[in-house]
C-alpha cells in the first residue's frame, strides 16, 4: 500500500471551506455572536489539514441531509 | 407580592476563607463548650450565643436586633490552639509541598517554563476551554515531581509522602501543621498563580487553620422534644466536642504538660475539626450519636440524593397538590379528570370578590369547609388570612365586599394540571378540566393513558391547581391534552382510539346495517347530534353512520391496516374499514389529517366522538370472547400436526448431516453455529406457517381473529399459539441452552441438539402442554420479566443524565440552537430547522401542501 488513502474522498466525511477574514465576519454577525459562542474543531483535525488552517479561522462545513438536501455548519479552529 | 429587583449578580468569585475574613464576619468567639445556664438561657460565649442568631421565639438577636426567622444569623469563630490541616484541601496542601522547594520556598521550576505554562493556560482561558486549563496545570504539577533539586538554591528535594488520613511525612520524619503552615508563607505570589491558584483569594497557607469559623445558630437549630428536653443538632454537637478538646489542649499547653500528652490532643483535635468537616473520609473513624447512629456534618448535609440539592434544591414539596390511585372512565372526555369530593374540598382557588359574583362567594363561604361546594379561607384586603370556622362564618359573610379573596373549593370545570412520574416528555403533565365524581380515585379517559405511560393496577397520580389567572392561562392554551396529540418525537398522534373503541369501529364499518332509528340512537348514545342525521334513509349502513361524525367538506385517501384502500369523499365514507391504521395512537392517518386540515378543537373533539362511537357499537352489539374461538378445523388440524411433524423431521436430518460431519458451514460461522441457526430458521418458520392456516381457517366473525386483524389487540401469531403452536422459545435470542451441563433439564440426554431438548414447544396452549415444555415456556418467562426489573433502573439513570446534560439547552427566535452561555449548539434546530410534530413525517410534503392549496 503505497496510496495514501484521502479521507476527504470518504462518503461519511462532509465538505470542509475556509472562510475568508469578510466572510467569517458575515457569519458572525449573522448569529450575532463571537469566536467563543461557536461550536470548535481542533487544529489538528484531519479534515481540515490540506486547508492549512489558522488559530481562529472559521471553517465551515457543508453536509447532505435526508431532509433539507444540504445543511451548512461553523466551527473555529481552536488549539489542540 | 412582586419587588423591585435593585442589583444584578454580575458575577461570582469562589475562594478560600481567610483567617482575617473569618475575623472579619464573626460576631461573636467562642470559648466555652457550654451551651445554656441553668434557667435555660444561651450562655455568653458559648455555642448557642445569641449573637449569632436567634432560634427561640420571643428572643433577640444581639446583633441584627430581629426575632425568630427575621435573623439570618451570623457566624461566630473559635481560636485553635494549635493549627490544623483542613481535610478537604489535603490534596493543595500536598501539591504545594510538593512543587515548592523546602529552603526557599520557591517553585521547582525555572522562569523560562514557567513563562511557557502560563501562556498555554491563559490560552485555554479565553478560549472558556476550562476543562483544557484544569488538565494543565495538573499535568504541570505532575511533572515537577521528577526535579531532584530546586533551580533557584540548589537543596536537594525531600520526598513528601502521606499516611492517610492527615499524617504528612518528609524523608519518613513527621512535619507538623506548625511546618506545614510555615513552608507554605513561604511561597510566593508568582509560584501561587503558575500552580493554578488567585493568591488574593486563596493563599495556600489558608489551608491550615489557627481560625474555625462556627457556624450561625440558626442553621442548626435544636429540636424541643415532648418531654420539654431540648435534643441538639450534629453540627452542635460536633462543635462542641471541638471546644471541648480545643480547651483542654490551650490549658495542657499552659500548663507545660509533656509533649507525647500535647500531640494526642492535637491529633484528636485533627479528628474532631476532620469530622466536622467531613464525617465520611477513608480511613477515619466515623463519629457517632451515643445510639450509635453516625452524625450529619457539613459535607453529609450537602452530599448525593438526600443532601441539600438533589432533595431541596432541585426537589421540592408544593401545596394545591393531591395525589391518589387512578382508575378508569371511558364516559369522561379527554381533557376531563374526575376528582373525588374529599380531594375538591382540600383544594382551593383564591376567588377575587367582585359586585358580580360577591353572592355566589357568599353562599360558599355560607357553607364553609365541611360542605361542597364551599371555602376554606377568606383573605381580607390587609392580606389577612381568615379561616372559615362556624364562629367565623357569619361574620365573614358580613364583611366580605369587593377586593376581598374566597379562598373556594374547586368545581366542576376548574383548570388543573394532572401529572405522572416519571415525568419523561412533556405529555406526562397535561392540562385537565376538574369533574368531581363520587369515589376516593382520579377518573381519567383511558385514551390517555399513553401520554402518561399510566395503567390502573395500582398506578397513581398527581393533580396541581394553579393558583393565578395568569397561570390558568398558560395551562389552559400550553398544556391542553388537545394541544399534544401529536407527538414532538416523530409526529405521530400520541392520543387515538385503543382496544374496544377501535374493534367497535371496525365492526361498524364493516358489515353493520341499522334501522333509522336504531342508528339514531346509537349516535344519541354516543352523544351526536348532527345534521347530517337527518338524509338517514329506512336502512343505514355503519358507514353512513360513521359519516355523520365527519366534516361536510373533508376528503381523504388512506389505507386501512390490511393494505386495502379508504375514501373519504366530502364527508362521506365510501370505500374501506376503519382499523388501526386510521384511528389507533402513533398510526392514526385519519386523525393527523383532520388534526392538520381543522384545528385542535375539531381534532380532538372527532377523537372523542369516534371514541364514544367504537364503544357504544361493540355495547350494543355484544362483545366476548371463548376457549370456541381458538377452534380449528379438523383438515387444518391435521395440516398442522403434519407441518410440525415435518419441520421435527428437517431439523432432525440436518443434526443427522452434522453427525455425520456433512454439514457445510454458513459464512462467518462455526459448524456448530450453523447447527443452530438451521435448526432456529426450521422451527420459527413452521410456527409462522401454522399461524398462516390458523388464519386462512378461522372464521372472520370470530372476536378473537377481530381483535387481531382490527388491531385492537393481540395478532395473530397469538391465536396460533393458543389454537396450534406455542412455538420455539428463546432466551437472549438463541434457543434454550444448559449451559454447563450440556442439557437443560435432566431428563435430556447430554448435547442431544433436538427440537424439544432445547425449547421447541409443539403443541397450543389449548391442547396443553408437557411439563418440561411448560417449564422452557416460564424460562422464558422469567427471563423477559428479569431483564425489564435490570433494565428500568438503568436507563432511568441514563436519562436523568442525558436530561440534566440537556436541560438548558432551547431554541432561540432566530432558529439557532443554544446553551445558557448563548454559545451555539446548532445553527439550525435539527440541522434543518423543522418542527417535527407540524411535519410530515420529519420531511415537509411539498407536494401535498401543493395539491391541497390547488384542491382549494
Partial sequence: MTKEFDIKKHSLVPTHTKLTEEEAKKVLDEFNITKDEIPKILLSDAAIKDLTPEYGDVIKISRPSPTNTKTTFYRVVVNG | ?856
Fill in chain 2, 1 to 856: 407580592m412582586t419587588e423591585n429587583i435593585t442589583k444584578k449578580v454580575k458575577s461570582i468569585q469562589f475562594s478560600m476563607l481567610s483567617p482575617n475574613s473569618v475575623k472579619r464576619m464573626s460576631v461573636a468567639k467562642v470559648v466555652t463548650p457550654e451551651l445554656y445556664d441553668r434557667e435555660g438561657y444561651p450562655v455568653d460565649g458559648g455555642l448557642m450565643d445569641i449573637r449569632m442568631g436567634v432560634i427561640d421565639p420571643g428572643l433577640r438577636c444581639k446583633t441584627c436586633g430581629q426575632r425568630l426567622k427575621e435573623c439570618p444569623g451570623h457566624f461566630g469563630y473559635m481560636d485553635l490552639a494549635r493549627p490544623i490541616l483542613h481535610i478537604k484541601y489535603l490534596d493543595t496542601i500536598l501539591r504545594y509541598l510538593r512543587s515548592t522547594c523546602m529552603d526557599c520556598g520557591r517553585i521547582l521550576v525555572e522562569g523560562e517554563k514557567v513563562k511557557k505554562h502560563l501562556d498555554n493556560v491563559q490560552k485555554a482561558e479565553q478560549e472558556k476551554r476550562y476543562k483544557v486549563k484544569k488538565n494543565l496545570i495538573n499535568a504541570f504539577a505532575n511533572s515537577i515531581k521528577l526535579i531532584k533539586k530546586c533551580p533557584h538554591c540548589q537543596a536537594k528535594k525531600k520526598k513528601i509522602t502521606i499516611e492517610k488520613p492527615s499524617t504528612i511525612l518528609e524523608d519518613g520524619k513527621r512535619l507538623t501543621p506548625i511546618q506545614i503552615k510555615a513552608r507554605l508563607e513561604k511561597i510566593n505570589d508568582e509560584d501561587i498563580i503558575t500552580l493554578g491558584n488567585d493568591p488574593k483569594n486563596s493563599r495556600p497557607e489558608w489551608t491550615v487553620l489557627d481560625i474555625l469559623a462556627v457556624p450561625p445558630v440558626t442553621i442548626r437549630p435544636s429540636i424541643t422534644l415532648q418531654n420539654g428536653e431540648r435534643s441538639e443538632d450534629d453540627l452542635t454537637h460536633k462543635l462542641s466536642d471541638i471546644v471541648r478538646i480545643n480547651q483542654r489542649l490551650f490549658e495542657n499547653i499552659n500548663a507545660g504538660a509533656p509533649e507525647i500528652i500535647i500531640e494526642d490532643l492535637w491529633d484528636l483535635l485533627q479528628y474532631h475539626v476532620t469530622t466536622f468537616f467531613d464525617n465520611s473520609v477513608a480511613q477515619v473513624p466515623v463519629a457517632r450519636h451515643r445510639s450509635g447512629q453516625p452524625l450529619k456534618t457539613l459535607h453529609e448535609r450537602i452530599k448525593s440524593k438526600e443532601g441539600r440539592f438533589r432533595h431541596n434544591l432541585a426537589g421540592k414539596r408544593v401545596n394545591f397538590s393531591a395525589r391518589t390511585v387512578i382508575s378508569a372512565d371511558p364516559k369522561i372526555k379527554f381533557n376531563e379528570v374526575g376528582v373525588p369530593k374529599i380531594i375538591a374540598m382540600e383544594l382551593t382557588i383564591p376567588e377575587k370578590v367582585t359586585e358580580w359574583n360577591i353572592d355566589w362567594l357568599k353562599s360558599l363561604v355560607k357553607k364553609g369547609p365541611k360542605n361542597y361546594p364551599g371555602a376554606n379561607y377568606v383573605i381580607r384586603p390587609d392580606g389577612r388570612k381568615k379561616s372559615i370556622t362556624e364562629e367565623t362564618q357569619e361574620i365573614l359573610i358580613e364583611e366580605l365586599q369587593p377586593g376581598y379573596i374566597v379562598e373556594r373549593h374547586i368545581v366542576n370545570g376548574d383548570i388543573s394540571i394532572f401529572n405522572r412520574q416519571p415525568s419523561l416528555h412533556r405529555m406526562s403533565i397535561m392540562c385537565h378540566k376538574i369533574l368531581i365524581l363520587p369515589g376516593r380515585s382520579f377518573r381519567l379517559n383511558p385514551a390517555v393513558c399513553t401520554p402518561y405511560g399510566a395503567d390502573f393496577d395500582g398506578d397513581e397520580m398527581n393533580l396541581h391547581i394553579p393558583q393565578t389567572e395568569e397561570a390558568r392561562a398558560e395551562a389552559e392554551i400550553l398544556m391542553s391534552v388537545e394541544n399534544h396529540i401529536i407527538s414532538p418525537k416523530n409526529g405521530l398522534n400520541i392520543i387515538g382510539s385503543i382496544e374496544d373503541a377501535i374493534s367497535g369501529l371496525y365492526l361498524l364499518t364493516k358489515k353493520m346495517k341499522f334501522s333509522k332509528g336504531d342508528a339514531t340512537e346509537l349516535l344519541f348514545n354516543a352523544s351526536v347530534i348532527d345534521e347530517k342525521m337527518k338524509n338517514f334513509k329506512k336502512e343505514v349502513t355503519g358507514k353512513e353512520v360513521f359519516s355523520v361524525l365527519l366534516p361536510n367538506d373533508f376528503s381523504f385517501v388512506g389505507n386501512s391496516k390490511n393494505g386495502d384502500d379508504v375514501v373519504i369523499k366530502k364527508g362521506q365514507l365510501i370505500e374501506g374499514v376503519i382499523d388501526k391504521a386510521l384511528v389507533g395512537e402513533d398510526n392514526g392517518q385519519l386523525i393527523r389529517e383532520i388534526y392538520s386540515k381543522y384545528d385542535e378543537k375539531i381534532g380532538i373533539e372527532f377523537l372523542a366522538r369516534i371514541f364514544k362511537l367504537g364503544i357504544e357499537t361493540l355495547l350494543r352489539s355484544g362483545f366476548t370472547i371463548g376457549i370456541s374461538d381458538s377452534d380449528v378445523p379438523e383438515k387444518i388440524n391435521k395440516k398442522n400436526q403434519d407441518l410440525i411433524k415435518k419441520a421435527k423431521q428437517d431439523a432432525n436430518n440436518v443434526i443427522k448431516q452434522y453427525e455425520l460431519g456433512k454439514l457445510e458451514s454458513l459464512p462467518g460461522n462455526s459448524i456448530e453455529e450453523t447447527l443452530e441457526i438451521r435448526i432456529t430458521e426450521i422451527l420459527n418458520k413452521v410456527r409462522n406457517d401454522v399461524s398462516k392456516q390458523v388464519s386462512d381457517s378461522v372464521n372472520e366473525d370470530n372476536p378473537t381473529i377481530i381483535m387481531a386483524s382490527s388491531g385492537a389487540k393481540g395478532n395473530l401469531l397469538n391465536v396460533a399459539m393458543m389454537s396450534s403452536c406455542v412455538g420455539q422459545q428463546a432466551i437472549r435470542g438463541k434457543r434454550v441452552q444448559g449451559n454447563y451441563s450440556g442439557r437443560a433439564l435432566s431428563l435430556f440426554k447430554k448435547n442431544d441438539p433436538s427440537p424439544e431438548a432445547h425449547g421447541f414447544i409443539e403443541k397450543g396452549y389449548k391442547q396443553g402442554l408437557k411439563p418440561y415444555e411448560y417449564f422452557f415456556g416460564a424460562m422464558t418467562g422469567r427471563d423477559a420479566l428479569m431483564d425489564v426489573a435490570l433494565r428500568t433502573p438503568k436507563s432511568g439513570y441514563l436519562y436523568r443524565r442525558l436530561s440534566n446534560a440537556l436541560q438548558d439547552i432551547r431554541i432561540e427566535y432566530d432558529s439557532t440552537v443554544r446553551d445558557a452561555e448563548k454559545s451555539i449548539i446548532q445553527f439550525k434546530y435539527g440541522e434543518d430547522g423543522i418542527d417535527i410534530s407540524r411535519s410530515d413525517g420529519g420531511k415537509i410534503n411539498v407536494k401535498k401542501i401543493i395539491k391541497q392549496i390547488k384542491g382549494k
